[in-house]
């Protein structure tokens, strides 16, 4: 555990700040790639960093904030998708404007993904985490979740590839 894992219990404003700068743009890649959208990603990584301050008594010494913080980030982002298809049944979806740093075609296999499937993939490919890293993350086994990966990764590969014969 490094100084700020150990003392962001009881840091202030500064103790913040150095969070946000070393994690803030990880978790916006992170959730960039579960939401695929840019201000969505942005909205839920400065959520992420409010509620993390706010509950920061929580957070437990000889934890890893790291992983304290992408487990936030992961459920803010599937409230947010939760609260989207609610909406959707009852209103149509904002018009937003197509200036997402994404390609079209990996945004597209990539919304085929559960919410779940796209941040285990995203966690382990983006962000290089280990299987006990997203086991903190996840709350769940390092062997399921290493299952899961696979089985998401194969459905990835298969959906690109499937995109790819498509095209011209």
């Known amino acids: 555990m490094d100084e700020l894992d150990q003392s962001f219990a009881?840091?202030?404003?500064?103790?913040?700040?150095?969070?946000?700068?070393?994690y803030g743009q990880p978790l916006l890649r992170y959730c960039?790639?579960?939401?695929?959208?840019?201000?969505?990603?942005?909205d839920v990584?400065?959520?992420?960093?409010?509620?993390?301050?706010q509950r920061r008594s929580r957070f437990q010494k000889g934890t890893s904030l790291s992983a304290w913080l992408?487990?936030?980030?992961?459920?803010?982002?599937?409230?947010?998708?939760?609260?989207?298809?609610?909406q959707s049944l009852f209103f149509p979806p904002?018009?937003?404007?197509?200036?997402e740093p994404m390609d079209e075609t990996l945004r597209e296999a990539l919304?085929?993904?559960t919410p779940r499937e796209r941040a285990l993939v995203l966690g382990r490919?983006?962000?290089?985490?280990?299987?006990?890293?997203?086991?903190?993350?996840f709350q769940a086994p390092p062997a399921t979740l290493r299952k899961r990966y696979e089985r998401a990764k194969h459905k990835l590969a298969k959906l690109l590839t499937e995109a790819q014969t498509e095209k011209p």
Request: proline fraction near 3%.
């Open 94 to 99: 904002p018009e937003r404007p197509e200036t």
């Open 70 to 86: 992408y487990r936030i980030a992961y459920t803010t982002s599937i409230d947010l998708l939760r609260r989207r298809r609610v």
């Open 45 to 53: 990584v400065q959520a992420t960093f409010w509620k993390a301050y």
């Open 32 to 42: 960039m790639g579960i939401l695929c959208q840019e201000q969505d990603a942005q």
């Open 125 to 137: 490919v983006l962000e290089e985490k280990s299987y006990e890293q997203l086991a903190e993350i």
């Open 10 to 22: 009881e840091g202030g404003e500064e103790v913040l700040d150095l969070a946000m700068e070393r």
């Open 111 to 113: 919304l085929a993904l």
